[in-house]
């Protein structure tokens, strides 16, 4: 009996060290299917090393643990009709590859990169141009998703596919990537305890942040800039937003920062500049707007009158047209030691803090939330004569909606 | 007429107040655009002082100056010299110099400081606005035979179009927020040629996006060439109309 069980041991070690042994790194060359024959071939732990060329090659499965590298100069081309890496294996890595022309598809998604079911995937310093889909995560755990170059000319909102995509998916690591031109740029749906960093997103036709039921997630030092409607986070809790630019999100119906439903969140550090709406805030619950930049924005802040417990301290409000937006009368959101680059009073002790408080809500914003139309005396006259009347005697502005400390001079963040 | 419009022009060089005019609007100008060095901001502040300033000063100038030269006209009319001709040489003359004021104070900066559609819209609309409130200037000038009512009625004039006639508006817009009234909106806009200029101008700023936030309809047609030659056509109206009107009245006036 000992020997048999010492047989077994001594035969897994063998296996493993025949594994170990056989890691072997493969140079692959251009030819047809030369991937294909590559990859089936391979076992588990080895390297493929693709040599420059065009590869036009497509739907390769792999389901076993490799890592397939290139020098940047290894294209794949899935010829704008299939699908190219379906990932179904753990830990398994792509490296310095160009993946191009993902094709359309009604039944399914093709991705340029497909995870489906796996855990510890890396997916380093790709080039994914052109494609439907780039990169799609689907019930994926713990990958990395790293300084990638994400591209796509087809700026089609309805068709389009998005630049990141991930769906039940949890720890991942999103940093470095740059996405543009795609549906959305990075989207997020069920997906949890993420650390979203470094990426840049610019002039995706919809989103450049886009997710929902995504809780405990982090998203730092990213920059989102010029996109069709900005950033959009819904029916989510614990989301943290630090040192982040908002950019250019300037259009008819584009927003810095849209919230819905969001719950016990933190916005930190943020930078929005020249949005048409900053941060539009619609049933959030304890949300901390602390220590941010709104500059040269529409809107700087929409705050419907459902979003409840939340506090915006230590912001700096320079240039907006309107600083705060709000449709009802009832306020149960705290502003304080804010400043506002429009605040006119007086500090007669020197603590550097206004003694009067500061209305942020001119009664111009008040009357065009409640009739559009009224937008079109913006900039009249007339307007501006009633915002400094309303100033001196308040009466249709929200008075529960005001900053009681407001800081005289620009705070340093 | 073109020996009475230079004689105008002469007089009115003499007079100095276009002067003082074209220095303030250039000092108001440079000043402005030099603050921010954000051109976009610094032509919306243009804008403001453009609506402001032109109608009260051109109104106010040319009736006064049509007040004080009634001895003047009276005199040219015993010559064999239409009314008409008369009248619209004084006009061109007073209109001409009040353009050039403009565009000598607000023109040269801005095209030093930024150019642009916008920039160029800018001066369009303010030009329409001088001659426009000039012409308004010239019928309350025929309208009135006392000078201290024509001056009263000027004043009034100004601040109707520039302040009272967007209360209005507002008022309006209160009143009948629950229908669809954007469309008579537009109507109602081209009754006063002060919004007219200033939509003209805002929506070729960037800030064109928060008027289409909100009212689609304004932006999409005003937006549109078809917009633009609409609101040029309604401010011709406002120069042609009142000048008719005067040369009609002043032809059977009691001199």
Same mark, same amino acid.
């Given at each position: 009996?000992?020997?048999?069980?010492?047989?077994?041991?001594?035969?897994?070690?063998?296996?493993?060290?025949?594994?170990?042994?056989?890691?072997?790194?493969?140079?692959?060359?251009?030819?047809?299917?030369?991937?294909?024959?590559?990859?089936?071939?391979?076992?588990?732990?080895?390297?493929?090393?693709?040599?420059?060329?065009?590869?036009?090659?497509?739907?390769?499965?792999?389901?076993?643990?490799?890592?397939?590298?290139?020098?940047?100069?290894?294209?794949?081309?899935?010829?704008?009709?299939?699908?190219?890496?379906?990932?179904?294996?753990?830990?398994?890595?792509?490296?310095?590859?160009?993946?191009?022309?993902?094709?359309?598809?009604?039944?399914?998604?093709?991705?340029?990169?497909?995870?489906?079911?796996?855990?510890?995937?890396?997916?380093?310093?790709?080039?994914? %141009?052109? @494609? /439907? !889909?780039?990169?799609?995560?689907?019930? *994926? #755990?713990?990958?990395?998703? =790293?300084?990638? +170059?994400?591209? &796509?000319?087809?700026?089609?909102?309805?068709?389009?596919?998005?630049?990141?995509?991930?769906?039940?998916?949890?720890?991942?690591?999103?940093?470095?990537?740059?996405?543009?031109?795609?549906?959305?740029?990075?989207?997020?749906?069920?997906?949890?305890?993420?650390?979203?960093?470094?990426?840049?997103?610019?002039?995706?036709?919809?989103?450049?942040?886009?997710?929902?039921?995504?809780?405990?997630?982090?998203?730092?030092?990213?920059?989102?800039?010029?996109?069709?409607?900005?950033?959009?986070?819904?029916?989510?809790?614990?989301?943290?937003? %630090?040192? @982040? /630019? !908002?950019?250019?999100?300037?259009?008819? *119906? #584009?927003?810095?920062?849209? =919230?819905?439903? +969001?719950?016990? &969140?933190?916005?930190?550090?943020?930078?929005?500049?020249?949005?048409?709406?900053?941060?539009?805030?619609?049933?959030?619950?304890?949300?901390?707007?602390?220590?941010?930049?709104?500059?040269?924005?529409?809107?700087?802040?929409?705050?419907?009158?459902?979003?409840?417990?939340?506090?915006?301290?230590?912001?700096?409000?320079?240039?907006?047209?309107?600083?705060?937006?709000?449709?009802?009368?009832?306020?149960?959101?705290?502003?304080?030691?804010?400043?506002?680059?429009?605040?006119?009073?007086?500090?007669?002790?020197?603590?550097?803090?206004?003694?009067?408080?500061?209305?942020?809500?001119?009664?111009?914003?008040?009357?065009?939330?409640?009739?559009?139309?009224?937008?079109?005396?913006?900039?009249?006259?007339?307007?501006?004569?009633?915002?400094?009347?309303?100033?001196?005697?308040?009466?249709?502005?929200?008075?529960?909606?005001?900053?009681?400390?407001?800081?005289?001079?620009?705070?340093?963040? | 007429?073109?020996?009475?419009?230079?004689?105008?022009?002469?007089?009115?060089?003499?007079?100095?107040?276009?002067?003082?005019?074209?220095?303030?609007?250039?000092?108001?100008?440079?000043?402005?655009?030099?603050?921010?060095?954000?051109?976009?901001?610094?032509?919306?502040?243009?804008?403001?002082?453009?609506?402001?300033?032109?109608?009260?000063?051109?109104?106010?100038?040319?009736?006064?100056?049509?007040?004080?030269?009634?001895?003047?006209?009276?005199?040219?009319?015993?010559?064999?010299?239409?009314?008409?001709?008369?009248?619209?040489?004084?006009?061109?003359?007073?209109?001409?110099?009040?353009?050039?004021?403009?565009?000598?104070?607000?023109?040269?900066?801005?095209?030093?400081?930024?150019?642009?559609?916008?920039?160029?819209?800018?001066?369009?609309?303010?030009?329409?606005?001088?001659?426009?409130?000039?012409?308004?200037?010239?019928?309350?000038?025929?309208?009135?035979?006392?000078?201290?009512?024509?001056?009263?009625?000027?004043?009034?004039?100004?601040?109707?179009?520039?302040?009272?006639?967007?209360?209005?508006?507002?008022?309006?817009?209160?009143?009948?927020?629950?229908?669809?009234?954007?469309?008579?909106?537009?109507?109602?806009?081209?009754?006063?040629?002060?919004?007219?200029?200033?939509?003209?101008?805002?929506?070729?700023?960037?800030?064109?996006?928060?008027?289409?936030?909100?009212?689609?309809?304004?932006?999409?047609?005003?937006?549109?060439?078809?917009?633009?030659?609409?609101?040029?056509?309604?401010?011709?109206?406002?120069?042609?109309?009142?000048?008719?009107?005067?040369?009609?009245?002043?032809?059977?006036?009691?001199?």
């Amino acid at each position: 009996m000992n020997s048999i069980r010492a047989f077994t041991l001594w035969s897994v070690l063998l296996c493993l060290d025949v594994a170990v042994c056989f890691a072997t790194t493969t140079k692959v060359y251009p030819a047809p299917n030369s991937l294909h024959y590559a990859i089936s071939n391979a076992h588990k732990g080895d390297t493929l090393v693709l040599q420059n060329g065009v590869y036009k090659e497509h739907d390769l499965v792999i389901q076993k643990k490799i890592v397939i590298t290139g020098n940047g100069a290894a294209i794949i081309d899935a010829e704008n009709k299939f699908q190219a890496f379906l990932i179904y294996s753990d830990s398994v890595a792509i490296q310095g590859l160009e993946i191009r022309n993902i094709g359309k598809a009604g039944m399914i998604d093709m991705a340029g990169i497909r995870i489906v079911n796996a855990k510890g995937v890396s997916i380093n310093n790709n080039k994914l %141009l052109n @494609n /439907n !889909f780039a990169i799609y995560l689907q019930n *994926a #755990s713990q990958c990395n998703i =790293l300084d990638n +170059i994400i591209h &796509s000319d087809f700026k089609d909102e309805v068709n389009g596919g998005n630049g990141i995509h991930a769906w039940k998916s949890d720890h991942l690591l999103i940093k470095g990537n740059t996405v543009s031109g795609h549906r959305d740029g990075i989207y997020f749906e069920f997906v949890t305890d993420s650390y979203i960093t470094g990426n840049v997103s610019f002039s995706n036709a919809r989103y450049g942040l886009h997710f929902m039921f995504s809780h405990d997630d982090t998203y730092s030092g990213n920059t989102f800039k010029d996109n069709g409607a900005g950033v959009a986070v819904m029916y989510s809790h614990g989301v943290i937003m %630090l040192d @982040n /630019n !908002f950019l250019q999100n300037w259009g008819e *119906a #584009s927003y810095g920062l849209l =919230l819905k439903e +969001i719950t016990d &969140s933190k916005i930190e550090h943020n930078r929005f500049i020249k949005n048409t709406v900053g941060i539009h805030m619609e049933g959030t619950t304890r949300v901390d707007v602390l220590k941010n930049l709104f500059q040269d924005n529409g809107w700087a802040l929409r705050v419907q009158a459902s979003c409840s417990g939340s506090n915006f301290t230590g912001n700096n409000f320079i240039g907006n047209s309107f600083d705060v937006a709000t449709n009802g009368t009832m306020m149960l959101n705290f502003f304080s030691h804010n400043y506002w680059d429009k605040y006119d009073g007086y500090d007669l002790d020197k603590n550097s803090i206004g003694d009067v408080p500061y209305y942020p809500v001119s009664v111009y914003s008040v009357i065009s939330e409640k009739i559009p139309s009224a937008m079109i005396l913006y900039h009249s006259f007339l307007t501006d004569i009633m915002d400094k009347v309303e100033k001196v005697l308040p009466t249709m502005i929200p008075d529960k909606l005001k900053d009681d400390n407001p800081v005289m001079k620009k705070l340093k963040l | 007429m073109k020996t009475i419009i230079k004689y105008v022009l002469l007089d009115l060089l003499k007079n100095k107040t276009i002067l003082v005019y074209t220095v303030i609007l250039a000092a108001l100008a440079v000043s402005v655009l030099n603050m921010d060095n954000n051109n976009s901001k610094g032509l919306l502040s243009l804008l403001n002082i453009t609506l402001l300033f032109v109608p009260i000063i051109s109104i106010l100038f040319s009736t006064i100056y049509f007040f004080n030269s009634v001895e003047f006209t009276e005199l040219l009319l015993a010559q064999p010299i239409k009314r008409k001709t008369m009248l619209l040489a004084e006009y061109t003359g007073v209109a001409f110099a009040l353009s050039i004021a403009y565009i000598a104070g607000v023109g040269i900066p801005v095209s030093i400081f930024c150019s642009g559609l916008a920039a160029f819209t800018l001066l369009v609309s303010g030009l329409f606005l001088t001659l426009i409130f000039s012409a308004l200037a010239l019928l309350i000038f025929v309208l009135f035979k006392d000078k201290t009512k024509g001056i009263g009625a000027a004043i009034i004039t100004a601040l109707f179009f520039t302040l009272l006639f967007d209360g209005l508006l507002l008022s309006f817009i209160y009143s009948f927020s629950d229908y669809p009234i954007d469309k008579p909106l537009l109507g109602l806009i081209s009754l006063n040629p002060v919004d007219l200029g200033r939509i003209l101008v805002l929506l070729q700023l960037d800030v064109a996006v928060m008027m289409g936030y909100s009212g689609a309809l304004f932006k999409k047609f005003l937006g549109s060439a078809t917009g633009s030659i609409y609101t040029i056509a309604c401010m011709l109206f406002w120069i042609i109309i009142p000048l008719v009107i005067s040369v009609r009245v002043f032809k059977k006036k009691d001199l």
